[in-house]
């Protein structure tokens, strides 16, 4: 059983930046692919950003990439969400997932998510 946190959502104005976090229970973090996604209200949630167990391969949505880094501390058992340059259309609750298949959490059908997190991008 893996639990997920998120954290670092607010209120920012475009062009700002945010760091999210997702600490996850559990010894056997660094078996897990992470990943991020969104989702607006009464909208599908849609996928962001996805990391390998190890860190060394990353995937994102094009339209964050260049503005986004998603990155995780093994030792921590964190993920985290580096948003910069954002703009009001970033504005969705964000929530992060856990599964052992890199694959799974880029289909969105990983075993694990967390509860999310507010962000809000003001123009």
């Known amino acids: 059983q893996v639990q997920l946190v998120e954290s670092g959502g607010g209120l920012v104005q475009a062009g700002g930046s945010l760091r999210l976090s997702c600490a996850a229970s559990?010894?056997?973090?660094?078996?897990?692919?992470m990943g991020w996604f969104r989702q607006a209200p009464g909208k599908e949630r849609e996928f962001v950003a996805a990391i390998s167990w190890s860190g060394s391969s990353t995937y994102y949505q094009d339209s964050v990439k260049g503005r986004f880094t998603i990155s995780r501390d093994n030792a921590k058992n964190t993920v985290y969400l580096q948003m910069n340059t954002l703009k009001p259309e970033d504005t969705f609750v964000y929530y992060c997932?856990?599964?052992?298949?890199?694959?799974?959490?880029?289909?969105?059908?990983?075993?694990?998510w967390g509860q999310g997190t507010q962000v809000t991008v003001s123009s």
């Open positions: 997932a856990a599964d052992t298949v890199f694959r799974a959490v880029v289909a969105g059908t990983s075993d694990y």
């Open positions: 559990g010894r056997t973090f660094s078996r897990y692919a």
